[in-house]
């Protein structure tokens, strides 16, 4: 069974930084396009950011590019996205996902239970 852990979510003021981390069990993660989505409240979930299995090509949401990094280590089976200059919209539950396709995740096989991001202003 695969699964997707989430971690680094919490409480930062404006403008501040902060990396959350996500950590997959089972095979897939070597193969797997993996990244992140975000859910704000009262809103849709929607893609932030994706990197290709080997790390080659990543692909960002308008608004948080030149802001957010994501990156992989595939020997710890983990992803990351590094979130600097924080705006209170980047307030929301932040979903680790796992997709046998390309960076853009179109089709996410794998979800995490997510981890909550508040942004104060």
């Known amino acids: 069974q695969v699964q997707l852990v989430e971690s680094g979510g919490g409480l930062v003021q404006a403008g501040g930084s902060l990396r959350l981390s996500c950590k997959a069990s089972g095979r897939i993660f070597q193969t797997y396009s993996m990244g992140w989505f975000r859910q704000a409240p009262g809103k849709e979930r929607e893609f932030v950011a994706g990197?290709?299995?080997?790390?080659?090509?990543?692909t960002y949401t308008n608004s948080v590019k030149g802001r957010f990094t994501v990156s992989r280590d595939n020997i710890k089976n983990t992803v990351y996205l590094q979130m600097n200059g924080l705006k209170p919209e980047d307030t929301a539950v932040y979903y680790c996902?796992?997709?046998?396709?390309?960076?853009?995740?179109?089709?996410?096989?794998?979800w995490g239970k997510g981890t909550l991001v508040t942004v104060s202003s």
């Open positions: 996902a796992a997709d046998n396709g390309g960076s853009r995740l179109n089709d996410v096989d794998y």
């Open positions: 990197i290709s299995w080997n790390g080659d090509a990543t």
